[in-house]
């Protein structure tokens, strides 16, 4: 199994980017799929989370300029991030905390950072 967050990079701020994280293996269900960030100096943070289901939940610091979704077929959940501001500069991690496979189930899964720089 693995958790692939790909479409960081530097924007100005004020500009939009859109996070992917792509989960790939022999995979039969994803329960819930967080985005995290943790900027330098300064502890993890979860800003989203969405469900199997499509609930969501945001950080006040996100709310109204991100958007979570996922596709279940495709096992991908995005981050639609809009309206960025220098505070959101940091790595950002997609995290599953159940994966159904066949013959396994994993726990509080990870995919590797993707890195998010926003310029003034």
């Known amino acids: 199994v693995q958790l692939q967050a790909s479409g960081g990079g530097l924007v100005q701020a004020g500009g939009s980017l859109r996070l992917s994280c792509a989960a790939s293996?022999?995979?039969?269900?994803?329960?819930?799929t967080g985005w995290y960030r943790q900027a330098p100096g300064k502890q993890r943070e979860l800003i989203a989370s969405?469900?199997?289901?499509?609930?969501?939940v945001y950080a006040d610091s996100v709310k109204g300029r991100f958007a979570i979704s996922r596709d279940n077929a495709e096992n991908t959940v995005y981050l639609q991030m809009n309206s960025l501001k220098l505070d959101d500069t940091a790595v950002y991690y997609c995290n599953a905390d159940k994966v159904v496979t066949l013959g396994r189930t994993w726990y509080d899964y990870w995919g590797q950072g993707t890195q998010v720089t926003v310029s003034s």
């Open positions: 969405i469900t199997s289901s499509g609930a969501t």
């Open positions: 293996g022999r995979i039969l269900g994803i329960n819930t």
